[in-house]
């Protein structure tokens, strides 16, 4: 007999599982269906964030940016070390580690608030009196009965034409995350927040890296002043950039890749590497769901039709995350799956698409929320910009990070604030403000007015609130 239930959630990703978790908050029976599963079989809830992104992404970057550090700066405060040595075992083993601790906080989440969970695959059959007729396919195959079904299938990694991944070679953001040595030689096509924290990564550890980009610019969606101050900071570091490039056939040999490709300015070069990491974007994963048997309606590149509730086109069938439109990120599944939970509850549940910040977590780290200052001048509106660099900011100074900026938009009216963008020193933190300030449809004269800790990085959000009016204290 089909165990019956007010909500399935299909995915355990960032939008799945918090999805679920809100859903039984508000007082309904719940179930959430994931098939990701560990080595040896076993439950690993969380989707490609934490099983082969963010989390285990950022474990990297942070044990790769502690050997740099000793390689590279450690002697500035007066430490000398000898002999280091890369245990890359130990580094990739403190990576899964983390990975497995998130999992398993997940599976705990899941019963403390009695949500139901099922390893498998989840399917549409049939639309059923009392909602949805759900199967589970995996070891323990079950039937169920949903009364409403939230999809959060996620994503994965999009490959070029006629070069599939093979994780050896040819790798996806899974594969870039345990390779087994150090390259001598690394390529990475696409410098997107992916490919660059991998790149950062990989030429820490002694790789000698070269990107690159099809656009012609360098982190394009990002304000411009931001990203050449980035470009220049990746470069020092050793990160060899190329935008512009069109890439050629893809030789993949026994011991190495080699791409063809036409540089910015019309010349054909080769580069040759040991690896090669390809991260030019994420495709919906909607197969296997019955999308076509129950007349789920996606759009021309396989994404869910929703609308601006995340409901699709049919009833009490919700979809969140990766697998619709929007920015390809974790916080905002997170955002939607407890908007539909709430929406779901009869609550008024909300995302302001808005002001959902992004990140990429290289050193310098980039954020930014809200408009940038070339969107403002294509839009013809009149704004005052105001910045402050971290070489002016005495705990920078400190830290021995003084790299970047915060840069801040108002309009030139009502001083509303109407981008921040940081590049900087733990700009993935200093980003929160901004987003609550402007969240609040808060003025630049507010930041400027609250008092800040000193000394602290935030300072420097302050004086860049100041310097939207030409009163910065400290530079």
Not at 67 to 83: P, T
Not at 115 to 138: I, N, R
Request: charged share 20%; hydrophobic share 40%.
């Amino acid at each position: 007999m089909a165990k019956k239930f007010d909500v399935v959630v299909i995915g355990a990703g960032p939008g799945g599982y918090i999805a679920a978790i809100r859903a039984a908050q508000l007082g309904m029976s719940v179930a959430c269906i994931d098939a990701w599963a560990t080595a040896d079989g076993k439950p690993a809830p969380g989707g490609t964030c934490t099983n082969v992104g963010c989390i285990p992404s950022k474990a990297l970057l942070q044990s790769s940016e502690h050997y740099h550090q000793v390689n590279s700066s450690f002697a500035d405060h007066g430490i000398k070390v000898k002999g280091v040595d890369l245990d890359l075992d130990k580094l990739l083993g403190r990576k899964d580690t983390v990975v497995t601790q998130n999992n398993q906080g997940i599976l705990y989440l899941f019963k403390k608030n009695k949500v139901t969970f099922f390893h498998g695959t989840g399917s549409f059959v049939a639309q059923v009196d009392g909602g949805w007729s759900l199967k589970v396919s995996g070891n323990a195959e079950e039937d169920l009965i949903a009364k409403h079904v939230i999809i959060a299938t996620g994503s994965s990694p999009r490959a070029l034409p006629k070069l599939p991944f093979d994780e050896e070679r040819v790798l996806s953001n899974d594969g870039a995350l345990r390779i087994p040595e150090v390259p001598a030689k690394l390529g990475v096509i696409g410098a997107g927040a992916i490919g660059l924290e991998m790149a950062s990564v990989w030429s820490r550890l002694g790789a000698q890296v070269t990107v690159l980009e099809a656009l012609p610019d360098f982190l394009a969606v990002v304000d411009q002043q931001v990203a050449k101050e980035a470009q220049k900071a990746l470069a020092k570091q050793g990160l060899t950039i190329h935008t512009g490039v069109k890439t050629g056939e893809i030789k993949v040999g026994k011991k190495g890749v080699t791409v063809p490709y036409t540089d910015s300015a019309g010349a054909e070069q080769t580069l040759k590497v040991d690896r090669l990491i390809v991260s030019i974007g994420r495709v919906p994963n909607v197969e296997g769901l019955g999308v076509e048997t129950v007349g789920l309606k996606t759009d021309e590149r396989g994404f869910i039709v929703v609308d601006d509730d995340c409901k699709t086109n049919l009833p009490n069938v919700w979809a969140v995350g990766d697998v619709v439109r929007g920015p390809m990120l974790a916080h905002k599944a997170e955002a939607e799956g407890v908007a539909v939970a709430e929406i779901i509850a009869g609550q008024h549940g909300n995302v302001n698409y808005d002001l959902i910040p992004s990140v990429i977590y290289t050193s310098p780290e980039v954020a930014w929320v809200g408009k940038t200052e070339q969107q403002l001048k294509s839009e013809g509106r009149k704004y005052n910009a105001g910045t402050f660099p971290f070489m002016a900011n005495g705990r920078a100074r400190a830290l021995g990070d003084t790299t970047g900026f915060v840069k801040i938009l108002a309009d030139a009216g009502t001083d509303e604030v109407l981008g921040v963008h940081i590049v900087g020193p733990t700009a993935s933190e200093l980003i929160a403000e901004a987003v609550a300030i402007m969240e609040f449809r808060g003025a630049s004269e507010d930041i400027a007015r609250i008092c800040h800790a000193h000394p602290t990085l935030s300072e420097a959000m302050k004086e860049a609130a100041l310097a939207v009016s030409n009163r910065t204290l400290n530079f």
